[in-house]
């Protein structure tokens, strides 16, 4: 099996101005040091507005965080009104983008579809992908969680080569216990992670599966990272609002001491 490093990213949603953005990772900066960056790599999603002053203060002070973006567009350029495009993003230096989190498919009508194109978009601009998926309750009440999200995977993977789904993340974010203080337990993280993981096994090979880092997401915190963490397939976590507390992210970037 191949050593996967794990991959803490904060996924800042609709919060923090551009001014914000800065004092935010300064302090992540402050506090983060060689060897938490060596044991796991640090990332944060920001919104558009804040890409380009986190962009100068990475650059500036040759910051080890990795940076992107919530969402881009399927298109490449055009008449295409508040659309943000992979160009953009990646001229930004941007190193990932989410696609598909449960918030564009619930607000904006995201589809399987529509999540294929933006992470063929993501990919024809060297950004990589973390593709969202998870069930809602009602699929969750149903048992159903296994092959929903499995459908999800398959939809955003559809005829994406090997050669680039093989530095995919995708993140299971069970709807459930987004936002919501409702954790998943760590069995039921590590049940649909290690199906999404056999599915990849199916899709493309063994040894692709094996390189892809898998995150939960939903509601993790400090106090409940390790046990995540300490399932075999889970690789990280897509972490939103204890993201925005620089205090609580370190400690979440620090798994292994919680
Ligand atoms: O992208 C992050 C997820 O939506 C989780 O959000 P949360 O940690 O606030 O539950």
């Known amino acids: 099996m191949t050593a996967r490093t794990p991959l803490m990213a904060g996924n800042w949603k609709m919060n923090l101005n551009h001014l914000e953005a800065i004092a935010h990772v300064q302090k992540l900066a402050f506090a983060l040091n060689d060897k938490d960056y060596a044991a796991t790599e640090v990332a944060v999603l920001v919104p558009f507005t804040d890409l380009r002053s986190v962009q100068t203060l990475v650059d500036g002070d040759k910051l080890k965080i ?51 194109a933006k992470v063929k978009a993501a990919y024809q601009y060297g950004l990589t992908p973390i593709l969202c998926v998870g069930e809602g309750l009602d699929v ?51 049940e ?20 892809v880092r898998i995150q939960y ?7 409940n990272i390790a046990a995540i963490m300490a399932q075999p397939d889970v690789d990280g976590a897509l972490v939103g609002g204890a993201s925005l507390d620089a205090e609580e992210f370190v400690k979440i970037v620090r798994f292994r001491d919680q």
């Not at 696609?99 to 904006?108: I, K, L």
């Not at 296994?146 to 939809?155: C, P, S, Y």
């Open 66 to 116: 990795k940076y992107g973006a919530q969402d881009l567009s399927a298109h490449d350029s055009g008449a295409y009104t508040g659309e943000i495009s992979g160009a953009m993003l990646s001229k930004l230096s941007c190193s990932y983008v989410a696609v598909g989190h449960s918030e564009r498919r619930q607000y904006h009508a995201e589809t399987d579809e529509i999540c294929n």
């Open 140 to 190: 969750r009440k149903a048992g159903n969680q296994v092959a929903h999200t499995l459908a999800q995977v398959d939809g955003g993977l559809k005829d994406v080569p090997a050669e680039q789904a093989a530095s995919i993340v995708i993140a299971y974010e069970p709807v459930w216990a987004i936002g919501t203080g409702e954790v998943a337990t760590p069995e039921d993280a590590q």
């Open 192 to 211: 649909v992670c290690g199906a999404i993981r056999g599915r990849l096994a199916e899709l493309y090979s063994q040894e692709l599966a094996d390189g």
């Open 217 to 223: 997401g939903g509601s993790v915190k400090a106090g």
